[in-house]
């Protein structure tokens, strides 16, 4: 008995399925630009001199 014919989510890849899902790259994008941002800041933050005071 011959195999049914593969569906479209077997024979796609798993990178195509996952570009292809838009709320993924939204929630992807968000939360890699509020690490980069923070890291950035709390770096900034850290290596900052002493203020001299009056």
Do not use: S
């Given at each position: 008995m011959p195999e049914p014919p593969a569906t479209d989510?077997?024979?796609r890849p798993?990178?195509?399925?996952?570009f292809d899902n838009v709320f993924?790259?939204?929630i992807v994008?968000?939360?890699v630009?509020?690490?980069i941002y923070t890291?950035?800041?709390l770096?900034?933050?850290?290596?900052?001199p002493p203020a001299?005071?009056?």
């Open positions: 989510e077997e024979t798993l990178g195509q399925r996952l993924l790259l939204l994008g968000i939360v630009m509020a690490v890291g950035w800041g770096f900034e933050v850290t290596t900052l001299t005071l009056p």
